[in-house]
């Protein structure tokens, strides 16, 4: 299992998020997007210290640990919770099902023994559906940490999985 981090070491990435970023309301999603990254997720600590440290009257910045988790909570990209060494996102929408995708969803269900939003028990993998990714004309279309795969079908799901052992 990977260990959550520790309190000081998310402090001092909302730090360097915040440094790099600025404080301002515009800079909100590059600093969640860059805590997510760095930790793998956000943890509540961090809503707590971008809160803290996001305080600037003078910009009108104010903002409640609710409102920056219900911003993480909303975006595809952002995680509250600790995901795997590697994330499959799988689009769900309808011109990648049509055309095969809910095959290669049992599929890779079946192959992880995980339902949606889940994370196999030593932390390799964590399994999510996404909105479309813009690229139908390969659907179905499954992306593994940064990279693409088109046109995927069932077969393929243990070849593309072993790419990452
Ligand atoms: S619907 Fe799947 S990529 Fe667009």
């Avoid at 360097?16 to 301002?24: N, S, V």
């Avoid at 996404?130 to 046109?151: A, E």
């Amino acid at each position: 299992m990977i260990a959550p981090p520790v309190e000081n070491e998310v402090v001092a990435v909302v730090q360097a998020a915040i440094d790099k970023h600025g404080k301002k309301r515009d800079a909100l999603i590059p600093i969640l997007s860059e805590v997510n990254k760095k930790l793998g997720y956000i943890p509540g600590e961090a809503f707590r210290a971008i809160q803290q440290m996001l305080h600037n009257p003078a910009e009108q910045v104010r903002i409640s640990e609710g409102q920056l988790y219900g911003l993480a909570s909303f975006y595809d990209m952002l995680s509250t919770k600790p995901r795997g060494k590697h994330v499959i996102k799988f689009c769900e929408n309808a011109p990648c099902h049509v055309v095969g995708g809910k095959a290669v969803w049992d599929a890779l269900r079946e192959k992880l023994n995980l339902n949606n939003g889940g994370t196999t028990l030593d932390s390799k993998w964590t399994l999510v559906t996404t909105s479309c990714i813009g690229l139908c004309s390969v659907g179905p279309v499954l992306l593994i940490d940064d990279d693409m795969y088109g046109n995927v079908t069932p077969e393929q799901i243990s070849d593309i999985l072993k790419h990452y052992e």
